[in-house]
């Protein structure tokens, strides 16, 4: 089944302690379901000192399951996304025939990649 949020996409997250808040994903991994999302689900790792690098207490973003995030449409609010398809799959076109689009028609997003 094809992704539905993708690396890049501006989501919103729906439940848990970082519930409201926005951000950018940046890694997605459909084999545990779970994305990485910029300022979202931080927590501090405790590195050792090394010859290369200074230790200490580091943030690092960790993974957050899909279905608690949602993807922000034109206005700002969250929307579930779902694909649709348009014209004739023999057709040549420039990305597959399937588009991202959200519960209101109005509003498309581009086919995913590969």
């Known amino acids: 089944m094809a992704a539905k949020l993708k690396k890049g996409d501006k989501v919103v997250v729906l439940t848990g302690k970082?519930?409201?808040?926005?951000?950018?994903?940046?890694?997605?991994?459909?084999?545990?379901?779970?994305?990485?999302?910029?300022g979202v689900n931080v927590s501090v790792r405790h590195t050792k000192q090394s010859a290369t690098s200074q230790g200490g207490r580091l943030p690092k973003a960790m993974p957050i399951d899909l279905s608690n995030l949602a993807i922000l449409d034109a206005n700002g609010k969250a929307t579930r996304?779902?694909?649709?398809?348009?014209?004739?799959?023999?057709?040549?076109?420039?990305?597959?025939?399937?588009?991202?689009?959200?519960?209101?028609?109005s509003h498309l997003y581009p086919a995913p990649e590969g």
Do not use: W, Y
């Open 18 to 38: 970082d519930k409201g808040k926005q951000g950018e994903i940046t890694a997605v991994s459909p084999k545990d379901n779970a994305a990485i999302v910029d």
């Open 81 to 105: 996304v779902g694909f649709r398809m348009e014209g004739d799959i023999r057709s040549v076109t420039p990305r597959p025939p399937g588009r991202r689009s959200d519960a209101r028609p």
